[in-house]
């Protein structure tokens, strides 16, 4: 029973560690101090002047593009991934190796590398850097990500399963819906979500492939922000505002799912 | 098993299109960098870019610093990570679906807002900036990747191996030692892979956190691109791919043992 506690606690103070970055930034969005860790008395004014889209035009815009680039890219990779990693389950060894091999290298080279080198190759093709090029270049390092979480899945499935569904009758296609999908689907889900997080966390990757043309995202907005010596504070309301949404959205899939396992 | 041979033949095209992709987006790109490191301005062969580096103490001491800050970060997280996600793993199964998706909702605030947000943290613990605070920062942005992939092994692993150690007298330590940890250790590997790379080639997070006192690699690197040296810049970038190919070779051996390992039971 102690070691019960302990262990919990453990979960939670982790957890409150995590969270209290986020706590400050959600505090300091109701004071309009300029600078973070300021406090100059309650106020809503950052909240105001971020519904004020007229002021902060460039901003909005900004998010607008990270959420669709983020879309775009955890969708096409999720389904890439998924596919790759039933291929790759299914590769003899060595050719299962090299292909493993090669899914980890945008995940090894890391940020820098995978933006410098496919800064170079959108150099070289002499193609114009914009959305598609971000979109392109998310969608490379999203997709290991995905196979990553989906590989484990299959390789703890237990093969009898599949035959077993042959056996009964089932097509190999039906096999793999009813049997294969429904036992990756969280690797699946869990990828998505990664590949969500990472593109919209992305900056490195990000500031090497948008080119110009004064595309701009989240990340590439603060940086440039942060250069400039402040950071916008509406960035403080936006985020808290970002954050409650994306935590009722998850609290609501995930009693949906409770209620969905329960009848 | 005829049947099974037939279903691996159908499958195994499934890889090609992600191949495809990987070749133009991961390999040939992979390759520029190469052929940059190792020519001019004016695309003839040339080892300038590297004679450059060794020539630069200041750069190479960056370098064996940020594999330092790299290798504590990846510890670090292993460390903290590990018993959270076993402790995910044995709870019951829609209380820990919702911790693990607590675990990756701070990801969801953008990595320079949450930057700075540990600076304005250590500053209202009245904390100095610096390494301590880099760790902290490098910790704290990496650690989900630690957990997840640590938790999906430990929580698809069949419990029967815990009870038949303890059946055959194991205590709780061996059982842990012998039996959870060798078989989780495909999420370990993965999660080594998803924290070390990353945290060498962070820069922002460094400037941020340390008040512009602390240089790592990917900084450097950042900065020669910037100011149109792509030859060094991808001479750099090269030397940081050697490292990861060693790193790899490492982590591809550990992965190969520990598969064997699942096996033997």
Redesign the interface.
Same mark, same amino acid.
């Given at each position: 029973m102690v070691k019960k506690v302990l262990m919990q606690t453990y979960l939670w103070v982790l957890l409150l560690l995590l969270y209290a970055p986020i706590l400050i930034i959600v505090i300091y969005s109701f004071t309009d101090a300029k600078v973070l860790g300021n406090w100059t008395g309650f106020s809503l004014k950052l909240y105001r002047s971020l519904c004020n889209t007229g002021a902060h035009h460039s901003l909005m815009n900004a998010l607008i593009n990270t959420i669709a680039i983020a879309f775009i890219a955890a969708t096409v990779s999720t389904l890439l991934g998924s596919v790759a990693a039933i291929g790759i389950y299914n590769l003899r060894a060595r050719s299962r190796k090299a292909m493993g091999f090669i899914n980890t290298i945008p995940i090894l080279n890391g940020d820098i590398i995978t933006g410098i080198s496919l800064f170079l190759l959108f150099v070289s093709l002499g193609i114009t850097q914009g959305f598609t090029t971000v979109v392109l270049a998310h969608i490379t390092f999203c997709t290991p990500y995905v196979v990553l979480s989906v590989l484990p899945r299959l390789k703890q499935m237990n093969p009898n399963l599949y035959e077993a569904a042959l056996d009964l009758g089932a097509t190999p296609m039906q096999a793999l819906w009813k049997v294969i999908i429904p036992e990756i689907r969280p690797g699946m889900v869990s990828g998505f979500l990664l590949a969500l997080t990472i593109s919209i966390d992305d900056f490195a990757v990000t500031v090497f492939t948008i080119g110009n043309q004064g595309l701009e995202t989240l990340s590439t907005y603060i940086y440039a922000d942060a250069r400039k010596g402040g950071l916008t504070p509406e960035l403080r309301p936006l985020s808290a505002v970002i954050f409650v949404v994306i935590l009722v959205l998850l609290i609501i899939i995930n009693r949906r799912a409770d209620k969905a396992k329960n009848k | 098993m005829n049947?099974?041979r037939?279903?691996?033949l159908?499958?195994?095209?499934?890889?090609?299109?992600?191949?495809i992709?990987?070749i133009i987006?991961?390999?040939?790109?992979?390759l @520029?960098?190469v052929v940059?490191a190792f020519t001019d301005d004016a695309g003839r062969m040339t080892l300038e870019n590297f004679r450059k580096f060794l020539a630069h103490p200041e750069a190479v001491n960056t370098f064996i610093y940020s594999i330092g800050i790299a290798i504590l970060t990846t510890i670090g997280c292993i460390v +903290?990570g590990y $018993? #959270?996600a076993w402790?995910?793993s044995r709870s019951n199964s829609?209380y820990s679906?919702? @911790?693990i998706?607590?675990? =990756?909702?701070?990801?969801?605030?953008? =990595?320079?807002?949450?930057t @700075?947000?540990?600076?304005? +943290?250590f500053?209202?613990a009245s904390l100095p900036l610096g390494e301590g605070a880099l760790i902290f920062g490098m910790i704290?942005n990496f =650690?989900p990747f630690m957990i997840?992939?640590i938790y999906?092994?430990l929580q698809?692993?069949d419990p029967s191996y815990v009870e038949a150690a303890q059946d055959l007298g194991a205590n709780s330590f061996q059982v842990f030692w012998k039996v959870v940890f060798p078989l989780s250790m $495909?999420?370990v590997v993965?999660g080594i892979?998803?924290v070390f790379?990353?945290t060498?080639?962070?820069? #922002?997070i460094a400037e941020?956190l340390t008040m512009n006192n602390i240089k790592l690699f990917?900084t450097t690197?950042?900065e020669n =691109?910037n100011n149109s040296m792509?030859n060094y810049? #991808?001479a750099l970038?090269l030397i940081?791919?050697f490292l990861?190919a060693a790193?790899?070779l490492f982590s591809?051996d550990e992965k190969s043992d520990s598969e064997k390992g699942g096996q033997v039971w």
């Open positions: - | 049947k099974l037939l279903f691996f159908s499958r195994r095209s499934w890889t090609l299109p992600y191949l992709f990987s987006f991961v390999i040939v790109p992979l @520029l960098i940059y +903290l $018993p #959270a402790i995910l829609s679906r919702t @911790l998706l607590l675990f =990756i909702l701070p990801m969801w605030v953008n =990595i320079l807002i949450r @700075l947000a540990t600076v304005a +943290l500053d209202f704290y =650690i997840y992939p999906n092994t698809k692993m $495909p999420g993965s892979m998803m790379m990353p060498i080639s962070t820069f #922002a941020l990917g690197i950042q =691109i792509w810049g #991808a970038s940081m791919l990861i790193t790899s591809s």
